[in-house]
């Protein structure tokens, strides 16, 4: 039977650059999930008789959300609800299940690379049919549609077993749970030379792979170990866990220190990466090197054509504006269209569309391509074995040769996290006031040519984006750029961005804070970080 439950609308459900993210205390107030998924149905139009994606990364409250979305997707006219296993489904994997499929949408359940439990984050987003995050016209409506919703409709039904894979009924839906990895391993066993990389590992190479005991566990040791022939245990932390084993499973330098440890000792791997909560995010080192995501998207960029799925070349490259501009370099080098996006992927969907681009990127080290419509920690992982086992050198060879032909992007971010709100939209207002009167200073070595409040016009839909981070840009390349996350789910991160430009002849084996350490002085006096923040330090470097 159901049910209509009249309920009073929460003001607090906007959503940000990847959905709804609260504290899982907020999420399991009576009703709160199921005002802000009822705001979702109520503003699709055409979903009577379609298909959902439902799945998440199975971080604490996952399952009980995916339960409350298959009875009320049944109450709101859904003919199928597609679920993976477990109430698992990886963010690109959810986006090639949408895509294959040919459903109306999907609900994934992740707040991405931030940390999981009963007292910490969870999240909840919708994917248009396209695989891709909903574009703002779609996330403006849900937020205006909870800010008055009254109620919300659900089956009174008993749970659906989604641990074993079948068909099964609530009302006249039908309820299909599928293996969460097969379609995606697939997939990525169509893009990669999976026997080349076969024979790479079969000849000696190492790698090792750390799921932080998230999402991409199971989806890692069946590409990574079973089909490409890794031995067992190059996967670390394969289990997925509900709190990621009590860590923050965002893979930095910080949080993912096990790895870096590993890949700098003497006797470190050939290859080492990790990925975030719900997969979409990568991070990649060689022996002893770290490969910034800058520097990733950059190289992928370069050699693409050595994979299968992009032996003909690309369309062009994209990539978030606070990414360095190390991709448009390789862009221009090969004559291909390249272009500058605020921070969220959804801006790249309309440009994977329309044929633009192929391979997208962000400094937050989430890269991918035209093969889904989120970003993709496992498909970076895969190209970057690919282009190892088809030219044989190291990773500290590929970067070296890169920045010999295309110069060096120095890079680095610093987070404040947590922060005040109040003082971190205060030191952004200040600095919007002090645009017009910075190009023309010099301040240090550094001279000002150029000071905006980024805006975005998109070539596609033709919407325009305001005031999306502050970049002031510098003689020779180097730029600092402010923006406040969209990620977070207490108080506000400020993050800087810090990037310094070395040409192909110039010096390219600083270590990197030497080489950006008059863009941080230059960041914390334009800025006034300390005195506005009370921060003397940031709380993340990546």
Not at 33 to 40: L, N, T
Not at 367 to 385: I, N, Y
Request: hydrophobic share 40%; net charge negative.
């Amino acid at each position: 039977m159901i049910r209509t439950v009249a309920v009073s609308p929460f003001s607090d459900q906007k959503p940000g650059t990847s959905g709804l993210r609260k504290k899982v205390s907020v999420f399991r107030q009576p009703h709160y999930a199921e005002c802000f998924i009822q705001s979702i149905f109520d503003v699709l139009e055409g979903m009577d008789g379609q298909t959902l994606v439902v799945g998440g990364d199975g971080r604490f409250w996952n399952r009980e959300v995916v339960q409350t979305t298959i009875r009320m997707a049944a109450a709101n006219g859904f003919a199928r609800v597609i679920v993976g296993r477990g109430g698992i489904l990886s963010t690109p994997a959810a986006s090639h299940v949408i895509r294959k499929y040919g459903a109306f949408g999907g609900i994934i359940l992740s707040a991405s690379h931030n940390p999981g439990g009963p007292d910490e984050d969870f999240g909840i987003k919708y994917n248009a049919s396209n695989g891709g995050p909903a574009p703002e016209r779609i996330t403006d409506a849900i937020y205006a549609r909870s800010r008055i919703i009254d109620s919300y409709r659900i089956y009174e039904t008993g749970d659906v077993d989604i641990d074993v894979i079948g068909d099964s009924f609530v009302g006249a839906t039908k309820v299909q749970v599928i293996d969460p990895v097969a379609d995606y391993a697939d997939l990525m066993e169509g893009l990669f030379d999976f026997a080349a990389i076969r024979a790479l590992i079969a000849g000696g190479f190492r790698l090792s792979f750390d799921a932080m005991h998230a999402v991409t566990g199971p989806y890692a040791v069946e590409i990574l170990e079973r089909r490409l022939g890794a031995p067992a245990g190059s996967v670390v932390n394969a289990v997925p866990l509900p709190d990621f084993g009590g860590h923050h499973p965002d893979p930095n330098m910080v949080h993912a220190k096990a790895l870096f440890d590993r890949m700098f000792a003497a006797d470190a791997p050939d290859f080492g990466a990790a990925s975030d909560g719900d997969g979409d995010r990568n991070i990649i080192l060689g022996r002893g090197i770290f490969v910034t995501p800058s520097d990733s998207l950059a190289m992928l960029a370069a050699n693409a054509h050595l994979a299968p799925g992009y032996a003909d070349g690309l369309a062009g490259i994209a990539r978030s504006m606070p990414t360095s501009a190390a991709a448009d370099r390789v862009a221009d080098a090969l004559g291909l269209p390249h272009y500058e996006t605020p921070t969220g992927w959804k801006f790249f969907g309309n440009l994977l569309d329309a044929g633009r681009v192929t391979i997208c990127g962000e400094e937050s080290a989430g890269t991918g391509s035209s093969h889904v419509r989120e970003k993709d920690g496992l498909w970076a992982v895969l190209l970057w074995l690919n282009i190892l086992a088809a030219r044989r050198e190291s990773v500290a060879a590929i970067a070296r040769q890169h920045w010999l032909r295309f110069g060096r992007n120095y890079y680095a971010r610093h987070d404040y996290e947590a922060i005040d709100s109040a003082a971190a939209e205060g030191l952004i207002a200040a600095l919007r006031e002090k645009l017009a009167t910075l190009p023309g200073n010099r301040i240090g070595d550094l001279a000002v040519i150029a000071a905006d409040d980024f805006a975005y016009h998109d070539p596609v839909d033709g919407s325009d984006s305001r005031h999306q981070g502050i970049r002031i840009l510098f003689e020779g390349g180097s730029r600092i750029v402010f923006r406040l996350s969209g990620t977070g789910t207490s108080g506000a991160t400020l993050r800087v961005y810090l990037e310094r430009y070395e040409p192909a002849d110039g010096r390219l084996d600083y270590e990197t804070p030497a080489a950006l350490a008059g863009l941080i002085a230059a960041a914390d006096g334009i800025a006034e970080i300390r005195s506005r923040t009370g921060r003397q330090r940031p709380d993340v470097i990546t």
